[in-house]
Every structure is written in structure tokens, then in C-alpha cells.
């Protein structure tokens, strides 16, 4: 069953990003227009940080009747932070998203390492309840917090203890509120009156010794319980795909993995990249995205070039090993 279809009107999604992601826009673009259903428009913004190059020039020449692709290049704001838990500030960027499309009232906001499967007007109109943003839950670390198998039970504690003592989610079903931030609905008009940026950054600045998961996790920490839920089918992780992967997941989640297998809508390669790895489910349809983009050979390249290194440095690892089990020692 694929997502229900909305009524007319114009979409608006945004992302926001350093301009080393550029190439994966039109990924996503393109596999937001294949889903369209007829007679959709759909505006992406794209905000990005950083010099122009000849992904940008690509990006303006590409074209569908359904989505149009408007850049806006601008200075992070939130450079000067720095690095957060290993993440650099451009994950930090989405943060001015409300001030920067000022003429909006609603946006989704999509990471851009993932793909579109479904209409996206559904989203749009999700009901927010009043709250100023709407999210999926992540399954992924609410799995890890409450784990049942024995062999598990170390990384249940420290994910626990962290959703508990780190987000402030005060007990088990507190935590099922935790979500995956890459596919959000924001209410922008509410969160230009909450002073969305700033409220943020003070977060940040104020938790970046602890956060796990740079801006997901302060989005958790200062919206606690002040988040609409979506359908979880809007978040899909690969890993939610493959029958024998996530079996034994906790029980307060197989409904939703289970939907989740059956019908994804937002496919999120938000840990390994099918860019980057082979192989991984769900990689055949990015792939293909990819190449209807105009950017499978590029994206081939960045592959080999990964591939390269990775076997260069196994390589000199077994080498230098070798060697220093054969070296003569000295007398």
C-alpha cells in the first residue's frame, strides 16, 4: 500500500548543507519527482555553505515539470562552533532554516542522504497538534535502549542511561519518543516565535560535550515531548528492510518495523551510504535515482575512489604486519 495521496497545492521541502554534499540534491530531487503523483509541485530549497563548483551549475540545469530546485548559498552562521561530538557545524546549518525561508509556513526538512518513495504532499499536511514540529521515532536507538538479548545488554545500558541522563527522557516510555531527525515537518511560523536558531545553538553550545548525535540529538533534548510523531514509514532505515536483520528488535517496535518493511515511503541511509558501500539493502533503488539524476558515473567514481583507499589501507596493514614479523632484529 502505497501513502495516501493529499489534495492539491504546492509542497515546499528544504535541506541544508555544506557544498561537498551537493551532488546527492539531485538524487533526491529526482527520486522525489518519481514518486510524485500527478499534478503535484513540489519547491525544494537548498541551502548551502560553501564555494560554487560544477555540481552547482548541474544542479541548475537539471529539470522536471513537478519539482523545482531553488539554491540559496549563504555563510553558515553556525561555523564558529566548531566540531560537535566528531560532526562538523554543517550539520548545524538547518538550524537558520526558519529565518532563511521567511516567507514560508511550513516546510519538511530532508536529509539528503536518503530517498523519496511516496507523494510527499501527506507529509506536508501531516497533522503537528500544535506542536512545531513532527518527526518518526528512531527505532534504531530505541532498539539499543531497550534491547532484550542477553548479548546486548552493555549497549542497552549506555544508550539508556544516555536517552535518560544526557536527553532527560525520564523512563522507558518516555524514550519511544526519541526520534530520527533527518525527515522532520517544521511550523516554521511557530519556531521563528520560539527562536528556533537561537534556542538551538544555545543547546549546542551548552550540551556539545555530551551530544551523541550532534544536531538530532539537541533537537531531541530541547523539543522533549513537544514533538508530533509520524508515521514511521517516513524514517525508513535500510536495516528495517531485510526479514532477518531486525527480528529479535524490542517488542514496543515491531509493529512499526513491521510497517516499515512493508511499505517504506522515506528510505534514510543514514549510517552506511550506498555511495560509499556495496551491497546494502535498498542500495539497487538509490542507484537508480543516482543514474536517472545524470550522476551515476560520477557517483561510480567516489565509489572506486572509496574502494581504493579502503583496500590501499588493508593492504599496507598486512604489509607493514609482515614485515615487522620477518625484520631481523639487531644484535
Not at 519547491?43 to 548541474?58: A, E, K, M, N, T
Not at 553556525?78 to 525561508?101: D, I, K, Q, W
Not at 497538534?129 to 538479548?149: C, N, S, T
Request: aromatic residues 8%; proline residues 7%; hydrophobic residues 45%.
Amino acid at each position: 500500500m502505497s501513502a495516501p495521496v493529499a489534495g492539491g497545492g504546492t509542497v515546499a521541502v528544504c535541506t541544508a548543507l555544506d557544498a561537498g554534499y551537493l551532488p546527492l540534491v539531485p538524487v533526491v530531487a529526482t527520486s522525489i519527482a518519481a514518486s510524485a503523483a500527478p499534478g503535484r509541485q513540489v519547491v525544494f530549497h537548498v541551502l548551502y555553505d560553501g564555494p560554487d563548483s560544477p555540481i552547482v551549475r548541474h544542479i541548475e540545469r537539471w529539470r522536471h515539470p513537478q519539482v523545482e530546485i531553488i539554491l540559496h548559498r549563504l555563510d553558515n552562521p553556525l561555523a564558529a562552533v566548531g566540531t560537535v561530538s566528531g560532526f562538523p557545524p554543517s550539520t548545524l546549518f538547518r538550524f537558520v532554516v526558519p529565518r532563511v525561508l521567511a516567507d514560508l509556513d511550513r516546510v519538511i526538512y530532508l536529509d539528503a542522504d536518503l530517498i523519496v518513495e511516496a507523494d510527499l504532499a501527506p507529509l506536508f499536511n501531516a497533522p503537528l497538534d500544535g506542536k512545531p514540529l513532527a518527526a518518526a521515532v528512531d527505532v534504531r536507538m530505541i532498539d539499543e535502549a531497550l534491547a532484550v538479548q542477553p548479548h546486548r545488554q552493555a549497549l542497552r545500558e549506555r544508550t539508556f542511561a544516555y536517552l535518560r541522563d544526557v536527553l532527560g527522557f525520564g523512563d522507558a516510555a518516555e524514550m519511544l519518543g526519541c526520534i530520527q531527525a533527518g525527515v522532520t515537518v517544521l511550523d516554521l511560523r511557530q519556531l521563528r516565535d520560539l527562536g528556533y536558531e537561537q534556542r538551538m545553538t544555545d543547546t549546542v553550545l551548552s550540551m556539545r560535550d555530551v551530544l551523541q548525535f550532534a544536531d538530532q540529538c539537541a533537537i531531541n533534548a530541547a523539543f522533549r515531548g513537544n514533538i508530533a510523531l509520524l508515521d514511521p514509514r517516513w524514517n525508513v532505515l535500510p536495516e528495517a528492510l531485510v526479514d532477518d536483520m531486525w527480528d529479535t528488535v524490542a517488542p514496543e517496535l515491531a509493529p512499526q518495523v513491521a510497517l516499515q518493511r512493508a511499505d517504506p515511503w522515506i528510505i534514510h541511509f543514514a549510517y552506511r551510504k550506498p555511495w560509499r558501500r556495496w551491497g546494502l539493502p535498498a542500495s539497487d533503488r538509490w542507484w537508480a535515482h543516482a543514474r536517472r539524476a545524470g550522476l551515476g558515473f560520477y557517483f561510480a567514481r567516489q565509489f572506486l575512489a572509496t574502494r581504493a583507499r579502503i583496500e590501499f589501507t588493508t593492504l599496507r596493514g598486512k604489509l607493514m604486519r609482515r614485515l615487522g614479523k620477518t625484520r631481523t632484529p639487531k644484535t
